[in-house]
């Protein structure tokens, strides 16, 4: 396999991996508390999720061809919690849309693609730079995500990795191929 592909694979990974830990996160989670804001300005999930995924939708439609900040978005409105009906289900479909073009997008890019420019903002960028920043953007508003739900479940937060305290137990349960 070439580096190319490894690192088309490595990303596909990592990301997968921190839509995963908010998704275990959006779980523990009931509607009200998917709006709640700590006092100032802090988004809220919802708010979280909107971002997160109008800019997958900006970035990844046409990847290759036009500017990844697309016109038809409306990014001062992702935050906006506008409370849509539907609750969890509505803003797992917002959250769903955004990443089924990212997977999408990733999973049509050919090995030669990545070192072709494209722009963001009219700034150039080679793929492979544009993806990493996505992959520097996207776990930043995940962890938000995961801290928020852990603020809100105090001590009924599941642990989504090793428990407090549990790093040797883990260690010797992987040790012995567990």
């Given at each position: 396999m070439t580096v190319a592909a490894l690192y088309l694979d490595s990303i596909k990974?990592?990301?997968?991996?921190?839509?995963t830990l908010a998704e275990k996160t959006f779980a523990q989670l009931n509607d009200a508390q998917l709006h709640w804001q700590p006092d100032g300005e802090p988004n809220s999930i919802y708010i979280i999720v909107k971002h997160m995924s109008g800019n997958m939708l900006s970035r990844f439609s046409d990847f290759l061809t036009s500017d990844g900040e697309k016109p038809w978005r409306e990014r001062d409105a992702e935050f906006i919690d506008d409370q849509p009906q539907g609750?969890?289900?509505?803003m797992l479909e917002i959250w769903e849309?955004?990443?089924?073009?990212?997977?999408?997008?990733?999973?049509?890019?050919?090995?030669?693609?990545?070192?072709?420019?494209?722009y963001?903002?009219?700034?150039?960028?080679?793929?492979?730079?544009a993806l990493n920043r996505q992959?520097?953007?996207?776990?930043?508003?995940?962890?938000?995500?995961?801290?928020?739900?852990k603020i809100m479940k105090e001590n009924n937060w599941e642990s989504l990795s090793?428990?407090?305290?549990?790093s040797q137990q883990f260690n010797q349960e992987k040790a012995s191929g567990k």
């Amino acid at each position: 396999m070439t580096v190319a592909a490894l690192y088309l694979d490595s990303i596909k990974q990592r990301l997968l991996g921190y839509k995963t830990l908010a998704e275990k996160t959006f779980a523990q989670l009931n509607d009200a508390q998917l709006h709640w804001q700590p006092d100032g300005e802090p988004n809220s999930i919802y708010i979280i999720v909107k971002h997160m995924s109008g800019n997958m939708l900006s970035r990844f439609s046409d990847f290759l061809t036009s500017d990844g900040e697309k016109p038809w978005r409306e990014r001062d409105a992702e935050f906006i919690d506008d409370q849509p009906q539907g609750g969890k289900a509505a803003m797992l479909e917002i959250w769903e849309k955004g990443w089924d073009c990212l997977m999408k997008t990733l999973n049509a890019l050919q090995e030669e693609d990545l070192t072709k420019t494209i722009y963001i903002r009219t700034e150039p960028h080679s793929v492979l730079d544009a993806l990493n920043r996505q992959l520097s953007h996207y776990p930043y508003h995940a962890g938000q995500i995961v801290y928020l739900g852990k603020i809100m479940k105090e001590n009924n937060w599941e642990s989504l990795s090793i428990p407090k305290g549990g790093s040797q137990q883990f260690n010797q349960e992987k040790a012995s191929g567990k």
